[in-house]
């Protein structure tokens, strides 16, 4: 089945892209456990979204491995609870926190350098050690 759009921060995921089913939850239910379908799968087709720009979507591929089908898709199962709608909305949730981490762009690492009052107080210290160990070295006049 079909999703409504889903809006995180700026970007809204046009509901074609994403897709639903309900299957028998394996949680609590009583003697309707077996009669009804509660659990959802939500399905984002990853690859074939415009919503994203390129490194957003590397950046959530990386993201959800572990949620990848054979087909590119992210898939989010949700069966928190004994309703259908609830579960869908909780999928939803779990999709748009996804989505919402992979937006956020990582800070560039600037590469730092040791102060040269650090390095001077580390070539002093390595010093101080060396000439320890020698003044400890008796000597061998055997």
Known sequence: MASEALSVGAVVIPGSDL?????????????????????????????????LSGAAKTRLRTLAKGYLDADGRILIRSERTRDRLQNLADARDKLGELIARALVVPKKRRPTRPSLRAHARRVDEKRRQGSKKRDRQGSDAS
């Open 19 to 51: 897709t639903w089913t309900a299957t028998r939850s394996s949680g609590p239910g009583g003697q309707n456990v077996n009669k009804v379908s509660s659990r959802v799968e939500l399905r984002f087709d990853l690859e074939g979204t415009a919503a």
